[in-house]
């Protein structure tokens, strides 16, 4: 079997411990004196011995603690040496430093019933007080350091506890950071969606009729509608490009998010870029907003209705599109209703991405809403089939108003 690699630092204690029993040999200090049976170079095979173990301190600490006290036995025959006590000391404090958790509970309770039963026996044997000194003696050299090696032990054992917790709360914080990154992100995405999709599709409409009808008059009408999307897109790109820069007052300041009152200029909108398309555009219940509406639910409201509006002017069938926003009769919830003539069509006026429904239920998820869209019947005397989006806001929760 290979033995591990001594630590540096043992190396050091081990080369220290031995040159300095060394040092006291050659001028003869010794701790037993000359009652030893054995002669004084037998001092120096346990001391030898002993920095042999320092090397396994750290590595092997039972194993060396086991094999020291073996060593440190013989030496009570001979001379003895002051550094060979002082090693042995050290294979105590290392053994409750750096061994198993349990010999590290273990070895302070061994040492001290072990340090009051030699005092007791000595006393009983000597009857003689000087037979403390003893009992003090193995004190020191057992009980002393196992009681330090648990005491630095307990010190570092917390500072590593408290350095994991660091880390944790670090990886958590950086967790929620990232978290927030993309929930804003989501959010950016919502925004740039909702605001660019509608004007957007609506050039691509009318510029799709420029191009394909030659007649005068009809492109003039479509290049107008085109440059007034154009213009109101730009306008809402550096609303929102103000909101992320968050820049001060003056003529740089940002304008207000969207609110209901804005439904009605939101719907003329609608109205002129659907017109050749055979849409008709009918706007129910509110036209301002109630006051005190959080400004969340209505900035949803009215993102819904936007991008619904979108939706119709892509896929809807000629016919009448409804848009009804209005609270329920307690103010608990906001009803956001859209309804447009649904039918077969070969493919979509203008392009989409696809994200329109997502980011609507995105909305009404983080407001704790509930939100529908798909084919329903239609009502008596109209279309057969309609495509509906149905979403409600609630304006309470938890028989609390719901936040600003």
Not at 222 to 250: C, H, K, P, W
């Amino acid at each position: 079997m290979t033995l591990p690699r001594p630590h540096r630092d043992d190396v050091l204690i081990a080369v220290t411990g031995l040159l300095g029993g060394l040092v006291l040999w050659s001028f003869g200090l010794h701790t037993n004196g000359y009652q030893a049976p054995l002669p004084g170079w037998a001092a120096l095979p346990p001391l030898a011995a002993m920095s042999a173990l320092e090397l396994l301190r750290r590595t092997m600490p039972r194993t060396a603690l086991l094999a020291g006290t073996a060593v440190m036995l013989f030496d009570l025959f001979t001379p003895g040496s002051l550094a060979t006590v002082l090693m042995y000391a050290d294979l105590f404090y290392a053994a409750v430093l750096y061994g198993s958790p349990g010999a590290s509970r273990r070895i302070p309770v061994i040492t001290g019933m072990l340090t009051i039963a030699v005092t007791i026996a000595f006393l009983a044997w000597l009857r003689n007080p000087g037979a403390l000194l003893i009992g003090v003696v193995a004190g020191l050299v057992s009980f002393g350091p196992s009681t330090t090696g648990a005491i630095v032990r307990n010190h570092r054992e917390a500072a590593d506890a408290a350095r994991l917790r660091a880390e944790q709360t670090a990886l958590l914080a950086e967790m929620d950071r990232a978290q927030a990154v993309v929930a804003e992100r989501a959010r950016m995405a919502r925004e740039l969606h909702d605001m660019v999709a509608n004007h957007l599709s609506a050039i691509a409409i009318h510029s799709t009729a420029a191009l394909s009808l030659d007649d005068e008059e009809t492109t003039r009408r479509a290049l107008g509608v085109i440059r007034e999307n154009s213009v109101a897109g730009l306008a809402e790109m550096r609303r929102l490009i103000g909101l992320l820069r968050d820049t001060g007052g003056g003529d740089t300041e940002p304008a207000a998010a969207p609110t209901l009152a804005g439904l009605e200029a939101l719907v003329d909108q609608a109205r002129t870029n659907g017109a050749a398309s055979g849409l008709t555009f009918v706007l129910r219940g509110v036209r301002e907003g109630p006051a005190g509406l959080p400004a969340p639910v209505e900035l949803a409201a009215y993102r819904i209705v936007q991008e619904s509006l979108t939706n119709a002017l892509k896929h809807a069938e000629a016919g009448e599109v409804r848009v009804s926003v209005a609270p329920d009769d307690a103010g608990r919830v906001l009803s956001v209703d859209v309804t447009s003539p649904f039918g077969r069509r070969h493919g979509p006026r203008a392009p989409g991405s696809g994200a329109g429904l997502v980011g609507m239920e995105e909305r009404v998820a983080l407001l704790g809403g509930e939100f529908g869209a798909g084919p329903a019947e239609g009502p008596q005397g109209g279309p057969r089939r309609i495509w509906r989006v149905r979403a409600t806001l609630p304006l309470v929760v938890d028989d609390k108003e719901f936040p600003a």
